[in-house]
């Protein structure tokens, strides 16, 4: 299951782009990463705002579906 921050692959594929980096602070909805799959580009949004807590892959990785791509921890203001 996927927890509070976790942002997965929707989809088997590759990754194309990381946009962020272990320690960033990110927006709701601010670009992560760009995943290719199916011949098409899907760029991954953050699902709230926070602290980016771990990065899970990198370019060029290939990914399955579900596959734990980054973590985002709340962050205190």
């Known amino acids: 299951t996927q927890g509070p ?3 997965v ?3 088997p594929g590759k990754v194309l ?3 962020v980096r272990e320690g960033d602070r990110v927006e ?3 670009p992560l990463l760009i995943l290719e ?3 098409m580009e899907h760029q991954l949004r953050a699902p709230r705002a926070g ?3 771990r990065l899970a892959v990198a ?5 399955e579906e579900g596959a734990l791509l ?6 205190e203001e």
């Open 37 to 39: 799959a199916m011949k």
């Open 59 to 63: 370019v060029g990785d290939q990914v």
């Open 51 to 53: 602290r980016v807590a």
């Open 28 to 30: 709701h909805e601010q």
């Open 17 to 19: 782009e990381v946009q």
């Open 70 to 75: 980054l973590k985002i921890e709340e962050g």
């Open 9 to 11: 692959a929707p989809m």
């Open 5 to 7: 921050g976790e942002v």
